[in-house]
Each structure stands twice: as structure tokens, then as C-alpha cells.
């Protein structure tokens, strides 16, 4: 009994559908209504891929970002522990160096001050004349016994230099020679 109700209601439905699809006045509503939802499905597919798409791009920048910020401190992390490394070495040879130069201007000097120098021209000296004076040549004993000789103190110890000639200068080879 139920049965034969449903089939009826069923097909007395499926008819006036029918009837409506059919009927010409509502023909174009029907489809405009159709091309609506087909343009409104279509717009927010759109819609749906172009924020994806733009959270999809958000989401590269970002990681991309991040990356490069993680590399960028890395470097300088390196960088800096390259840059102390450096100054470190720079700092010990630079003590080195230091160390060295003090070391030979030490011998340089002391070799100096053991050596004597010419009164005349400031050579080094070979020839001893008296205290504090002495000669690289006997031309610049000469040359300096004008003002020499009145402060010459071989002279005073009776040393035997005449008064116009300058004295013999103390020198292995020298000392018998002279003028
Ligand atoms: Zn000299
Ligand atoms: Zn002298």
C-alpha cells in the first residue's frame, strides 16, 4: 500500500519536473540561475587557488628567508672566529718580530758603543790617539790636531809629539810611523 504511495508521489514529482524543465517561461531563468552558480563555482575556485598559491609563495619567502639568515650567521660566525684566529697569529708574530728587533738593536748598540769613532769624520776608529780621541786615518788626526792639540793629553803625559805634528797614534802597525 505504502509502496504504490511512494511510486506515485515519485512519479508524480519526477512529472512536474519534467513539466517545469519544460515549460518555456521557465526555461531561461533556469538557466540563467545554472550559469550564476557555474560562474559563482568558478570565481571562488579561483578565488580558493589564488590564496593558496599566495600562502604557498608566503611560505617559500619565509623559509627562504629563514635560510639565508641561518647561512648569514653561520658566515659570520666563521667569519668572526677566522678574524680572531688571525689577530691571534698576527698578535704572537707581531711579538716575535718585536722581540727580534729589540733583541738585535740591543747587539747593534752594544757592538757600537764597544767600537770607537772617528773625531774628525765619525768612520769607525783604528787609530787611539789619547782619551776620548781617536782616528780611521792619520789625515784626519791632521786634519784635527789644530784644535786637537791643545787638549791632547799624549801631549801632556810627555808623550813626545811636537807641537806642530800631531803624536804618534797607538796602532801596532802605526805606532813607529808618522810623519
Ligand atoms: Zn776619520
Ligand atoms: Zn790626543
Not at 39 to 66: G, I
Amino acid at each position: 500500500m505504502e509502496e504504490i504511495i511512494r511510486r506515485g508521489t515519485e512519479g508524480e514529482l519526477s512529472e512536474a519536473l519534467n513539466a517545469i524543465t519544460s515549460d518555456e517561461r521557465f526555461k531561461k531563468p533556469l538557466l540563467d540561475l545554472e550559469r550564476h552558480w557555474l560562474t559563482e563555482y568558478s570565481m571562488s575556485r579561483e578565488k580558493l587557488l589564488c590564496a593558496l598559491t599566495e600562502k604557498l609563495h608566503a611560505e617559500f619567502v619565509s623559509d627562504q628567508a629563514k635560510i639565508r639568515s641561518e647561512l648569514l650567521a653561520q658566515f659570520k660566525d666563521e667569519l668572526e672566529s677566522t678574524k680572531a684566529d688571525l689577530q691571534k697569529k698576527y698578535e704572537e708574530s707581531l711579538k716575535v718580530e718585536v722581540a727580534k728587533t729589540l733583541e738585535k738593536n740591543k747587539r747593534e748598540i752594544s757592538a757600537a758603543k764597544k767600537k770607537q769613532w772617528c773625531w774628525n769624520c765619525e768612520s769607525e776608529a783604528i787609530y787611539h790617539c789619547c782619551w776620548n780621541t781617536a782616528y780611521c786615518s792619520t789625515q784626519c788626526q791632521q786634519q784635527h790636531w789644530s784644535s786637537h792639540r791643545r787638549f791632547c793629553r799624549r801631549r801632556k803625559q810627555g808623550g813626545g809629539a811636537p807641537g806642530n805634528n800631531p803624536a804618534n797614534l797607538t796602532n801596532g802597525d802605526d805606532s813607529n810611523g808618522g810623519e
